[in-house]
């Protein structure tokens, strides 16, 4: 894919992140929050360690750490067993995780049972999304907001995601598929994305994202998958979820994890379904 036009660096709110209302101020402009060093580092490391002996185990990298396969080999990651390793739920649990999405959210949080660890090889397409918004992918509310979080440190080189400021702005977008991009999670799926008409030129991305560092995006925020450029063989892990309201109405990501979606994908893209 090619890179987007405008890649510039995100704006950093960590300054108001003890301010419910600034924040919002920001959220509700932007489409998005990016604060640095909100979670503990050590329990971010905990996790990351955790998926980098999944992806020893699974031959991806070497017991030093060090990729141990080449770009042009068809070696994916297994993402069920990454998945199953990962106790993303201390991090969401953990007192400095819940007050934040507490202020950001304004009240008592839901946070959806659906992380997706994410692990993106050097010059790998598989699993990349397109420009899309999460209000497309997730039923049945919209009051949600994403968390994307890194495990370790990311720049533009070895990807990320990327957003569109403002794009939520616009509202809902009906999605089209893109056949160019596959789904690292369910296999043999395309992704949705926004038609190309309404791809934004102008993207924004952390230059340097470290372990504790979280941004925070409207569910109808445009936003993309960064590739890993990096020609040193880091491996991009991060993990992304998504928060709503306690109250709200919960739909099946939000009380399902991601080893049940991808067991019953008819569930996930019941509404996708419905509509192509
Ligand atoms: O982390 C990524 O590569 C993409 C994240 C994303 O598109 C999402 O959270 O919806």
Same mark, same amino acid.
């Given at each position: 894919m090619e890179m987007?036009?405008?890649?510039?660096?995100?704006?950093?709110?960590?300054?108001?992140?003890?301010?419910?209302?600034?924040?919002?101020?920001v959220y509700d402009e932007q489409g998005y929050v990016f604060l640095r060093d909100q979670f503990p580092v050590e329990l971010v490391n905990e996790l990351r360690e955790a998926s980098t002996v999944e992806l020893i185990r699974q031959g991806i990298l070497a017991a030093d750490g060090s990729l141990a396969i080449t770009a042009d080999c068809t070696n994916r990651v297994d993402n069920e067993?990454?998945?199953?390793?990962?106790?993303?739920?201390?991090?969401?649990?953990h007192p400095q995780a819940q007050e934040l999405f507490k202020r950001v959210l304004d009240g008592p949080v839901w946070v959806f049972r659906q992380t997706l660890v994410r692990a993106t090889? *050097? #010059?790998?397409? %598989?699993?990349?999304? +397109?420009?899309?918004?999460?209000?497309?992918?997730?039923?049945?509310n919209d009051d949600f907001i994403v968390v994307w979080t890194p495990l370790a440190p990311t720049d533009h080189t070895v990807g990320g995601v990327a957003v569109a400021p403002k794009s939520h702005q616009q509202g809902p977008i009906e999605h089209v598929q893109y056949p160019t991009h596959l789904s690292a999670q369910h296999l043999g799926s395309v992704q949705w994305g926004v038609p190309e008409s309404s791809v934004p030129d102008h993207w924004a991305a952390g230059e340097?994202?470290? *372990? #504790?560092?979280? %941004?925070?995006?409207? +569910?109808?925020?445009?936003?993309?998958?960064?590739?890993?450029?990096?020609?040193?063989?880091?491996?991009?892990?991060?993990?992304?979820?998504?928060?709503?309201?306690?109250?709200?109405?919960?739909?099946y990501l939000a009380t399902h994890n991601q080893l049940e979606a991808l067991h019953h994908p008819e569930k996930v893209f019941e509404f996708q379904t419905q509509t192509s």
């Open positions: 987007p036009e405008q890649l510039t660096d995100l704006v950093d709110s960590t300054e108001f992140a003890d301010d419910a209302n600034a924040l919002r101020d067993g990454l998945q199953r390793v990962v106790q993303y739920e201390k991090l969401w649990n090889l *050097p #010059g790998r397409s %598989l699993g990349l999304t +397109p420009p899309h918004q999460c209000a497309w992918n997730i039923e049945p340097r994202m470290y *372990p #504790g560092d979280v %941004l925070l995006f409207h +569910p109808y925020l445009i936003h993309r998958s960064l590739p890993n450029v990096s020609l040193d063989g880091q491996v991009r892990v991060s993990l992304d979820t998504r928060i709503q309201p306690f109250e709200s109405e919960r739909g």
